[in-house]
């Protein structure tokens, strides 16, 4: 069953999903059979041990089930790669790019590319990752240098699959806001295939503009967007409502924008509540789509109501 006949009352054009990091307690499958009952458009698909692992035997198999699975639910696909523990059981998000070991290096290089393939595969939207926290005795430039030389594959394996690289701004990273992401796109030329993963929370966070204007901003090189609730300077991700952030302008901007991939619940701390948080998030932003759209006009008297399309009257 597809996203339209499950909801042929939606009013807006925004695909809502949400992240596997924030269910992590359920087998992949029920996952996903979760998000279609919900009425979720699709899923960021976070490579990780306990879903879809991307280190493990039989990948192509594996790759192949959950394809059939999307397809069969209906659901889109974007592939996430922030798992905490999958390359270093030590270190959180270790090895990164910016690691001093250029063989711990060539691991997350690994990683990306190993998720660039699977993300073709599954006929995902874009493969989101992001840069790092520059370890304490790396200075900037060097810091930047080892982002730029380890994406440079990434961006050619990206190249060949004909998925984009929706590179995310971290708070606390080397590359944390849209200015920086400027930067990189500017070192490497401009890229085609590199793209950006917008996360709304973090515009709250840290950027100057707000957050609506954050998504006009990045328009052209949109990819992949995560949402959810954040206060101002405080890197904590938070149900809605929770925070400060006014989501009917934000989903404005976005519609506006004409973007067509997924807008992903980002919630991986209420992962032992995940199926709770989901259930509530979807009607949420609905609601919040619906109150971007503005006012509908009413039929004048005698005027037939619109029928939505797919529906019989």
């Known amino acids: 069953m597809t996203s339209e006949a499950r909801h042929p009352l939606a009013v807006t054009s925004l695909?809502?999903?949400?992240?596997?990091?924030?269910?992590?307690?359920?087998?992949?499958?029920?996952?996903?059979?979760?998000?279609?009952?919900?009425?979720?458009?699709?899923?960021?698909?976070?490579l990780d041990h306990m879903h879809l692992d991307p280190l493990a035997p039989g990948l192509a198999a594996r790759v192949g089930r959950v394809?059939?699975?999307?397809?069969?639910?209906g659901l889109g696909v974007t592939v996430e790669t922030g798992a905490r523990y999958v390359l270093d059981p030590r270190r959180k998000h270790g090895p990164s790019l910016l690691d001093p070991d250029p063989d711990a290096r060539a691991r997350r290089v690994d990683l990306l590319i190993r998720a660039v393939r699977i993300a073709a595969d599954l006929g995902a939207h874009a493969v989101h990752c992001f840069s790092g926290i520059a370890p304490d005795v790396t200075d900037q430039d060097t810091a930047w240098k080892r982002l730029?030389?380890?994406?440079?594959?990434?961006?050619?394996?990206?190249?060949?699959?004909?998925?984009?690289?929706?590179?995310?701004?971290?708070?606390?990273?080397?590359?944390?806001?849209?200015?920086?992401?400027?930067?990189?796109?500017?070192v490497l030329g401009d890229p085609e295939p590199l793209g950006l993963t917008l996360d709304i929370g973090h515009c709250q966070c840290l950027e100057p503009l707000p957050p609506a204007d954050c998504v006009r901003a990045a328009a052209p090189w949109l990819h992949h967007v995560q949402i959810e609730d954040m206060r101002r300077?405080?890197?904590?991700?938070?149900?809605?409502?929770?925070?400060?952030?006014?989501?009917?302008?934000v989903l404005a901007a976005l519609a506006a924008t004409g973007?067509?991939?997924l807008t992903v619940v980002e919630l991986p701390r209420h992962s032992h509540a995940g199926p709770q948080y989901a259930?509530?998030?979807?009607?949420f932003l609905r609601n919040a789509a619906i109150a971007a759209?503005?006012?509908?006009?009413?039929?004048?008297?005698?005027?037939?109501?619109?029928?939505?399309?797919?529906?019989?009257?």
Request: aromatic fraction near 6%; charge should be negative.
């Open 15 to 46: 695909r809502f999903g949400y992240g596997t990091n924030g269910l992590a307690d359920l087998r992949l499958d029920d996952a996903l059979s979760l998000l279609a009952d919900l009425g979720y458009d699709g899923v960021g698909l976070t």
């Open 67 to 73: 394809a059939d699975r999307l397809g069969s639910l």
């Open 148 to 186: 730029t030389e380890a994406l440079t594959p990434v961006l050619d394996a990206a190249t060949c699959a004909g998925v984009p690289l929706a590179v995310e701004p971290e708070p606390g990273h080397v590359l944390a806001t849209l200015a920086d992401f400027h930067r990189l796109r500017r």
């Open 233 to 249: 300077g405080v890197h904590e991700h938070l149900p809605f409502g929770d925070g400060e952030i006014d989501f009917p302008p």
């Open 259 to 261: 973007y067509q991939g």
């Open 279 to 283: 259930e509530l998030s979807l009607p």
């Open 293 to 313: 759209a503005g006012p509908t006009r009413s039929p004048h008297p005698g005027e037939p109501c619109a029928t939505p399309e797919g529906s019989t009257p």
